[in-house]
């Protein structure tokens, strides 16, 4: 699972215009509640414009649609100032963002799952001025995605001191906006229970209970990309409590995140990735994530994508790879040419991950040829030579599995200077690096004779 940084949400940035509600409780009163591990921090870049809300052109239609939801948003944080001042003190939320289990000792080391936490709303906080910007006093244009970017970090604060069971009304009107007709409207419904589902895993139930995923899924396809953005961190935020991966698996998402997955922003992708990757952990569904065809983009996220992006990959690859028709799926989709150029990438963080998936890969026969024609060898002995502790590790495992079984592999071992490393390994390294360089070594010195009676 990927490595994450948690960046405070930089309030700082947000636009200084009238706030639409400030409870006095909230000004006397800091909420103060630990964030448990969630499942994805959002890497997103400040945009300097978001066309979705500004209205320059826009019908009479369209801004009576606005005023509408804008009416909603305040409804909902009406409701919510209501609950907070009728709270006394912080109630500390029983959050249990658990971090997923262990995808393998060799991934465990160095990856952790988190969830849509901190600064995912950083992208949208810079406002575009509105049609009449020229006019020194303009009168301000009800603009729903503004009025909720405002109340966001006030919202927030609300949202982690009521129980779920006052925040019930809000969810609903939440849901009833993502029918809307109006983009607008189901665009501040799906941020608002992205949100909601960020950090507390009964809010995450109370979510999915009142029939968010299906309402949330046909977003999944929208034409806004930002629409689709929250829609899809939407469902990987209520994806990390175990009941909603069955509902969002039963509701039929598995395609359409894969369609996020080729069609989507950088963000999108990503958070696309990391839901098909939650999904996963129900066995089953690494069988139909597959066979619905997840492996293709995903090698083209982890070949085209961010730094990011490219772990996302990395660590959903390795957990559908962990099913023998995927591996097949994976070298057919071209993954072993980027893994073997990744392992020769030193300081990303990336190549450690690279050679688990390979590994993985060479577990059956078609993966074992496609590393060796791609130069997997020599890339290994450089990461044996060069990498890191753990990727010396995992490094000599993967040789091992290639050389085991092939006389012509060590000989390509050989060639490429592979025993000076491995002799250092076998006395420098960790335990378990010394044992699998000393097995290596000793499949390097049997007689080329003896072992081409059993070996290809």
């Known amino acids: 699972m990927v490595s994450l940084e948690d960046s405070p949400s930089n309030l700082s940035r947000l636009p200084s215009t009238r706030p639409f509600y400030t409870p006095s409780s909230l000004s006397s009163t800091k909420i103060q509640r ?215 698996t039963n509701a039929g998402a598995i395609k359409s995140l894969i369609y996020v997955l080729k069609t989507g922003t950088e963000t999108s992708k990503q958070n696309a990735a990391c839901a098909l990757l939650s999904l996963s952990l129900i066995d089953d569904n690494k069988i139909s994530i597959g066979a619905c065809g997840a492996i293709p983009p995903l090698v083209s996220l982890l070949i085209n994508g961010s730094n990011r ?51 993985s890969l060479a577990a059956i026969q078609v993966g074992k040829a496609a590393i060796v024609e791609e130069g997997g060898i020599p890339a290994l002995v450089e990461a044996i030579e060069d990498g890191s502790v753990k990727g010396k590790e995992f490094a000599v495992l993967t040789l091992l599995q290639l050389c085991s079984d092939s006389v012509r592999n060590r000989g390509l071992l050989v060639r490429e200077g592979g025993i000076p490393p491995l002799v250092a390994l076998s006395q420098t390294g960790t335990s378990r690096a010394k044992h699998k360089a000393e097995t290596l070594l000793g499949f390097l010195r049997e007689p080329r004779q003896e072992a081409s009676s059993s070996s290809p």
């Not at 990390?240 to 969002?248: A, H, M, S, V």
Request: charged share 25%; aromatic share 4%; glycine share 4%.
């Open 34 to 248: 630990p964030l448990g591990p969630s499942m994805r921090t959002i890497r997103s870049k400040i945009y300097q414009t978001d066309r979705s809300c500004s209205f320059p052109g826009s019908t009479t239609a369209e801004r009576s649609a606005c005023v509408s939801e804008n009416l909603t948003d305040s409804v909902i944080d009406l409701r919510l100032g209501e609950l907070a001042s009728r709270t006394n003190k912080s109630v500390k939320s029983s959050s249990s963002a658990q971090d997923f289990p262990e995808l393998s000792q060799a991934f465990s080391d160095f990856s952790a799952c988190s969830s849509d936490i901190s600064g995912e709303l950083q992208r949208l906080a810079s406002i575009p001025t509105s049609e009449n910007a020229s006019d020194p006093n303009p009168e301000p244009e009800p603009e729903p995605c503004v009025g909720f970017l405002q109340r966001e970090s006030f919202s927030t604060e609300i949202i982690e001191s009521i129980s779920p069971e006052d925040l019930q009304p809000t969810i609903k009107i939440c849901i009833d906006g993502l029918r809307s007709p109006s983009i607008a409207v189901k665009r501040s419904a799906a941020a608002k229970l992205r949100l909601l589902a960020k950090n507390r895993s009964d809010n995450r139930a109370l979510i999915g209970e009142s029939g968010a995923v299906p309402a949330l899924i046909p977003l999944l396809r929208c034409s806004d990309p930002w629409t689709q953005e929250h829609a899809v961190t939407a469902l990987l935020n209520l994806s990390l409590l175990e009941e909603n991966k069955t509902l969002i």
């Open 309 to 359: 992006g490219k772990k996302d990959a990395l660590t959903t690859l390795y957990k559908l790879c962990l099913v023998k028709l995927n591996k097949e799926r994976a070298v057919s989709a071209g993954a072993v040419k980027p893994l073997v150029e990744l392992v020769l990438e030193q300081g990303r963080g990336l190549a450690e991950k690279a050679m688990v998936v390979l590994s």
